[in-house]
């Protein structure tokens, strides 16, 4: 895939201060995916999860002529079978306005410098069923589907009857 410039794009790593616009960003995707209702982070869960004394996440934000356009938010996970860590992909999202300009696009290859910058074995992602749009997204860009693989949660009550 050829690298295309766009100098109406900048992607920069969020900073404390961006933790309200984070949050934004976040109820828009959850809104997006008809998912507003599982919303439960708020400025200071976000501040002490992604800069706080240890950082779990890291967020990336896209502007688009200096106007926020997406986001992308992710952490390392690490292969056992590469002996490498590798960057997951929690979310990434642009703003319906700022779609087919790029965005989406810049924050891809943002997250995959990162990864050959830090000698990452690979990038992962869950993408919902029905969204063709960023099925075909990635698709683009020579991802496969992991189909003999099966994404479990436990969370809520469950996780709280563990222990």
């Avoid at 990864?115 to 960023?134: F, H, Q």
């Amino acid at each position: 895939m050829t690298s295309r410039s766009d100098e109406r794009i900048k992607i920069l790593s969020a900073a404390e201060t961006d933790v309200p616009l984070i949050l934004s960003l976040i109820k828009d995707l959850a809104a997006y995916e008809k998912l507003s209702h599982e919303v439960l982070a708020t400025e200071s869960t976000l501040k002490e999860s992604l800069f706080g004394e240890k950082p779990y996440a890291e967020v990336a934000i896209g502007y688009y002529e200096s106007i926020p356009a997406g986001y992308v938010l992710f952490f390392h996970n690490f292969s056992t079978f590469t002996g490498r860590p590798g960057i997951y992909i929690e979310d990434i999202f642009v703003k319906e306005t700022f779609r087919g300009k790029g965005m989406g696009r810049a924050l891809f290859l943002y997250i995959a410098g990162l990864a050959k910058d830090r000698n990452c074995g690979r990038i992962e992602y869950s993408v919902l069923t029905w969204n063709e749009p960023a099925l075909n997204f990635y698709k683009r860009f020579g991802a496969q589907c992991m189909d003999d693989w099966c994404l479990y949660r436990i969370s809520g009550d469950s996780l709280n009857h563990l222990i």
